[in-house]
């Protein structure tokens, strides 16, 4: 297993201009790491580099100590899951497997021996003289996965290998990439835009957007605070209101917005390095989840709307209010207070999950 | 503002190799190689031998290269017969662009739209005429509709009419060899568009309350404008470029005709001064193909069932719609039903008769009999295979660095590797003789004209094109990251192209060369202004066994193209069903 090392990598392309711009981050033996971002944000380029299939401008890629900013891909001893398999389709699913142990010499028996571990380890025991047409979605990805692994490379790419599958499918999928990453140990880098896959299966994310790497941690961390608004607002449904800082008493602060209504933070609860004293401009957020409705009780923090929209997931009601600071987006867990549309609520933005963010968007 | 998550620090020893940045010229360096190649490949044999054209054309001498003059282009555009022979060219491109158009289009819509008993096999009998051998057919033309033709005979017998009056002669005979060898392009296109268009536009207009008419008026014909604009476009340029059915109906009012002349006068000048001309209207009409081709064609969005033809129902409409498809098709196979008929028609039995009064297989017996009789087949079985080799080696070679590699100038060389397939076969011809009968260094320093070698090295530069074309688009199916996977499972490029790209492309390639090589082996055009006594084609045998009288024996040389083309249509059929098979699996 080796670590990977990312020093100042750059790359741009003649049309896009930079799509990789300065990143520098490490992962460590074992982990699975994932590189999260929306469509253009350069993550997929960073993976094709890690894998050699892209040149970076400059900077450098070391696994352990070892450079291979410039190594062909042939000799990095990767595996590699496509989004759309790149499964070679004049193969048999056994064939397909076999062609790293191919590459490598090892044949007759031991290699056999090999595709027939990795083809239990996928669950396709059956399927190995198959051609891969004959294959679901689903069991294309997972020969994919077997023909990466069966070689025990030192490290394992993945590029976005569930965007094809339909939503049931990747639930099962997930569990099992991660029983494998759990049994396997091999260090991973995860490439997604989805954040709800990057927060069920990694051990730390990296979220990116326009070429820059804005976040690293784990996935509670980049999801209880992020660091910059981009991160805020790109996971989960965040609700955030700008506003200006009026005082700060203790690790109270109270932010007013242009409506008038004043919000209470925490200095405990703010991205790091944000400015906080009277004038300054911050975004005071709250996720939709941590919205409420307001008991009579409640005093601070409580706004009140008409009820615009309300839409029945399952799990949560997730509603939409037109409140006198704007919109508040909230989600609603099981058998309470059922509004409807045109309802009037008051809802409360406790203080204790309003989380304070830079107002200006990313840089 | 930038995270990193852990300190970084500098690396110091390793045990592996080191790999360095490689320099610009290696990281370039099989770019530079495989288009340094491609460059001159393209200039010995295409772009040169034009350029050649063109200075002969400028020449102060009608024989030789001489000085630098435009008088002969004075003299040129101011000949009445050089004139004549332009407005004719154009004349008769645009009389075949109508009636191929109204011919291919009507039998497209009336064979995809309506089903009717006995509607598959007109569909096939209808893409006959592409089997059919060009020489052979247009001569099977012109026994058929020509002076003395058997048609116009019938009609005489049947009608009591006077046979003479219904002699095609001239351009009536020409533009009936082009309608019916022509139309196919017409055929296929629109129906291609007619299958592919979405029923649920037309849906659409019946629910909005249009009536039938209108919906025919308004949606399903605009719909088909690209296609027929894409078949009027390739009939004019095959029109133009058209020599043989001239040649046989003897109408020398086109540039075709007068460029042969020219050459045959000892005017190699004037020669090239057409030729040129005439490859300027190609290039023309290439561009403007290549530019309309850009442009957005109709195709159905709409997922599910496909078109559902109307099932005629009543009686009267059935038997009204295959009373006019049968004898349609029927009319449509004529020439091949001509050839079929000749090859077992004894000499001068079929005089004053329709159908002929005596049979023979002495012109088959001499497939095993006859001295030499095997010859002029594999004289253009072995030229088209170099051909063949040669247009494996630079255009799939072509197609794969230009979907691979990343250079500029992509367009260009694009559109000089189609060029050819622009050119009449006449101007390749000529283009050919101007370059190659002085000792050149395309050809080791030799002279090529009269040799074995210029007939192959012709038939390489028409038919490279059909190969780069059929290439790149099996190289534009397959998935990059196939070859990525490969690299990163650790497999060398040459290991990745022998065990992955070449099994996956080969059926592509494959089905380019085999149209290419049946090409070849039909080959007259360029074969007549090139080929040399001691190897003969096989058209060229055709030709001269026909003039002689034999026309049983060019009528059995006529069939044995037909079985060799009829051969590659079905292996070019089943590797598309294969191929098929696999676009699937990648998706």
Redesign the interface.
């Known amino acids: 297993m080796v670590s990977v090392?990312l020093?100042r990598l750059t790359k741009s392309f003649s049309r896009s201009g930079v799509v990789v711009d300065?990143?520098?981050?490490?992962v460590?033996e074992g982990e699975f790491f994932t590189l999260l971002g929306p469509s253009g944000c350069g993550k997929s380029t960073t993976l094709r580099m890690i894998?050699?299939?892209e040149?970076p401008d400059s900077g450098q890629i070391?696994f352990n100590?070892?450079?291979?900013?410039?190594?062909?891909?042939?000799?990095?001893?990767?595996?590699?899951v496509?989004?759309?398999y790149?499964?070679?389709?004049?193969m048999s699913v056994a064939k397909n497997v076999g062609?790293?142990l191919a590459?490598?010499k090892i044949r007759g028996a031991a290699a056999a021996e090999r595709i027939r571990e990795a083809l239990a380890q996928v669950s396709l025991t059956q399927q190995a003289s198959a051609?891969?047409?004959e294959l679901s979605g689903g069991q294309q990805q997972r020969v994919a996965l077997a023909?990466?692994l069966v070689?025990r490379p030192q490290l394992l790419?993945l590029d976005e290998p569930m965007s094809n599958l339909d939503a049931k499918l990747r639930l099962d999928t997930r569990a099992a990439l991660r029983n494998l990453h759990a049994e396997t140990g091999i260090t991973s880098i995860y490439v997604t835009h989805d954040q709800a896959e990057a927060l069920a299966m990694s051990t730390?994310v990296?979220v990116m957007t326009t070429a820059?790497?804005?976040?690293?941690g784990t996935p509670a961390e980049v999801y209880e605070r992020p660091?910059?608004r981009f991160v805020a607002t790109f996971l989960g449904r965040n609700n955030i209101y700008d506003g200006v800082v009026t005082t700060v008493d203790g690790d109270k602060v109270l932010v007013r917005l242009p409506d008038g209504t004043s919000i209470t933070g925490s200095t405990s609860r703010t991205s790091p390095d944000l400015p906080l004293k009277p004038g300054s401009e911050v975004g005071a957020s709250i996720r939709a989840e941590a919205v409420h409705i307001a008991s009579e009780t409640d005093r601070q923090n409580v706004v009140g709307g008409i009820v615009t929209d309300v839409e029945f997931v399952g799990a949560t009601l997730s509603c939409e209010l037109e409140t006198p600071i704007g919109p508040v987006l909230l989600d609603l867990i099981g058998a309470g207070i059922r509004p409807t549309r045109g309802d009037r609520i008051s809802v409360l933005l406790s203080s204790a999950s309003i989380y304070l963010v830079p107002v200006e968007p990313a840089? | 503002m930038t995270t990193g998550a852990t300190v970084i620090g500098e690396s110091t020893e390793t045990t592996n190799p080191v790999y360095k940045r490689p320099s610009w010229f290696r990281r370039r360096l099989s770019v530079i190689a495989t288009l340094t190649v491609l460059l001159v490949v393209l200039f010995g044999y295409v772009i040169g031998p034009m350029i050649a054209t063109a200075r002969r054309s400028l020449s102060t001498d009608r024989i030789n290269t001489m000085g630098i003059s435009f008088h002969a282009w004075g003299e040129f555009f101011l000949s009445d017969t050089q004139r004549s022979a332009i407005v004719g060219s154009i004349t008769l491109s645009i009389l075949s662009v109508i009636t191929a158009g109204l011919l291919g289009t009507t039998v497209a819509i009336l064979l995809s739209r309506w089903n009717f008993p006995g509607r598959r096999i007109c569909q096939i009998l209808a893409l006959l005429p592409i089997a059919t051998p060009p020489l052979m057919g247009v001569w099977a033309f012109k026994l058929l509709f020509g002076v003395g033709g058997r048609i116009p005979f019938a009609l005489g017998e049947w009608f009591g009419v006077a046979p003479k009056d219904f002699w095609l002669q001239g351009l009536a005979g020409v533009l009936i060899v082009h309608t019916m060898t022509i139309y196919p392009y017409f055929f296929l296109t629109v129906s291609a568009a007619l299958m592919g268009s979405d029923v649920s536009l037309e849906e659409a207009s019946y629910s909005m309350g249009a009536s039938k008419a209108r919906t025919w008026l308004r949606v399903v014909l605009p719909m088909l404008t690209p296609a027929v604009v894409a078949g009027a476009l390739l009939t004019f340029m095959s029109s133009m470029a058209s020599y043989t059915a001239p040649l046989l109906f003897q109408y020398t009012n086109v540039m075709t005709q007068q460029i042969v002349i020219s050459k045959s006068n000892g005017d190699m000048r004037l020669a090239s001064i057409i030729a040129t001309t005439l490859a300027m209207i190609s290039i023309l009409f290439l561009a403007v193909i290549r530019t309309y081709e850009q442009r957005k064609i109709y195709r159905t969005q709409s997922k599910g069932g496909g078109r559902q033809r109307s099932t005629v129902t009543s009686r009267l409409a059935k038997v009204v719609i295959a009373l006019i498809a049968f004898p349609l098709t029927l009319f449509l196979v004529l020439p091949m039903i001509m050839i079929l008929v000749l090859s077992f028609t004894a000499k001068g039995g079929w005089l004053a008769t329709i159908l002929p009064t005596d049979y023979t297989l002495q012109w088959y017996a001499q497939m095993f009999t006859g001295v030499d009789f095997w010859q002029p087949v594999i004289n253009s079985l072995m030229m088209s295979l170099i051909a063949v080799g040669g247009a494996i080696l630079l255009g799939a070679g072509a197609a794969y660095i230009m979907s691979r590699m990343k250079f500029r100038g992509k367009l260009g060389l694009d559109i000089a590797m189609m060029l050819p397939w622009a050119l009449p076969g006449t101007v390749v011809a000529i283009n050919l003789i101007t370059a190659f009968s002085d000792p050149s260094p395309f050809a080791a320093g030799r002279v090529l004209v009269g040799t074995f070698a210029i007939v192959p090295l012709a038939y390489f530069v028409r038919f490279n094109p059909l190969v780069f074309r059929s290439s790149t688009a099996s190289w534009a199916q397959m998935d990059p990251n196939i070859e990525d996977a490969a690299r990163s499972l650790g497999a060398t490029w040459w290991y990745t192209f022998r065990k992955i790209v070449l099994p996956l492309v080969s059926r592509g390639i494959m089905a380019g060369a085999l149209l290419a090589f049946v090409d070849g082996v039909g080959e007259f055009v360029s074969s007549v202004l090139l080929y040399t006594p001691s190897y003969v084609p096989l058209s060229i045998e055709i030709n001269n066994q026909n003039y002689q009288g034999n026309i049983g024996t060019g009528a059995v040389y006529g069939m044995i193209q037909v079985a060799l083309v009829l051969c590659v249509l079905v292996v070019t059929q089943r590797m598309e069903t294969r191929a098929d098979a696999d676009s699937l699996r990648t998706t």
Do not use: C, M, W
Not at chain 1, 22 to 26: F, H, P, V, Y
Not at chain 1, 65 to 80: E, F, H, I, M, N
Not at chain 1, 212 to 216: P, R, Y
């Open positions: 090392t020093d300065q990143i520098s981050l490490r460590e894998a050699g299939f040149e070391r100590d070892r450079d291979v900013t410039y190594a062909p891909a042939s000799k990095r001893d990767v595996g590699l496509f989004q759309n790149a499964l070679f389709p004049h062609f790293g590459v490598r051609r891969v047409d023909r990466a070689y790419l730390r990296a820059k790497v804005h976040q690293v660091s910059t840089p």
